[in-house]
Every structure is written in C-alpha cells, then in structure tokens.
C-alpha cells in the first residue's frame, strides 16, 4: 500500500466530491455543504481546490504520473496506488496505469463497515450495505 499525507488525500477527495458537486446539489445541496463542513471547508474553497487540482491533474496521459505526485508519491515507479479515504471512511480508492503509463482505473472500494453497531440494516447510512456485507452477515 501507498501512503500519502490527509492534506492531500483531502484535496483529491475534495476534488472528486466536486466533479459530483452538480448530481449533489441536484438532490441536496445540503449534502455537499454537510460534507465539505466536516473537514472545515466551504464550497468556495472546494471550489478552488477542485480547479487547482484539477490543473494539477493535466492531460489523460500525464494523468496517473500527476496523481501520483499530487498524492506524493511521485517517486515511485509503481503502476498502482492505493489510499484509505478520508472523506469517505470505511472506503479504499485504488488506481492503476496500463502498461505504457495511462490511467486505466480508478476506483472506490467498501471495505470495512460497522454493522455490528446498529440492530437494522435501516439505520445504516446509504452505501453501507453491500452485497459483500450481506453475504459476509447473513451467510450460514
């Protein structure tokens, strides 16, 4: 595994949070606010995260190198990284590069949960439950 600082863990989070910032607001805008209030922000200045990133990011085949960089972990060779998040707990993000060095996925990954603290999967917060928690809870 990978390891990067919160802060710029952070920022990329923030950074994707505000690529989905329409679809949110389009639901509740109270959602991103909430969100982007846990960690001290507010939407101005996820705002200005997301662009700065955003640049940082560049070009789809630079972008995996930068990612790389902006998570500090430019110096690695690896063709993969991987974090716990830290908007999202109980999530992993994994990336990897094809071959010549292109990003090839990125994605989020449920991996842990605390189940065991509620009586109903109904007070779960939405994305808790997954097919992998039910068949780990309810298998015989």
């Known amino acids: ?77 690896s063709k ?4 716990s998040s830290v908007l999202w707990p109980g999530f992993e993000f994994t990336a990897t590069a094809s071959e010549e060095g292109v990003l090839e996925s990125a994605r989020y990954w449920h991996t842990r949960s605390d189940l065991s603290r509620v009586d109903s999967p109904t007070e779960l917060p939405p994305g808790a439950w997954t097919s992998m928690s039910s068949r780990n809870s309810l298998a015989p």
């Open 1 to 77: 595994m990978n390891t990067s600082s919160v802060s710029e863990i952070l920022d990329f989070e923030v950074h994707l949070l505000m690529t989905m910032k329409i679809r949110m607001v389009n639901k509740n805008a109270k959602l991103l606010e909430n969100k982007l209030a846990e960690h001290g922000f507010s939407v101005a200045d996820a705002q200005r995260i997301h662009e700065r990133v955003s640049e940082a990011l560049g070009d789809e085949a630079s972008r995996f190198e930068n990612m790389k960089k902006l998570l500090g972990l430019g110096g690695q060779s």
């Open 80 to 83: 993969s990284l991987e974090y």
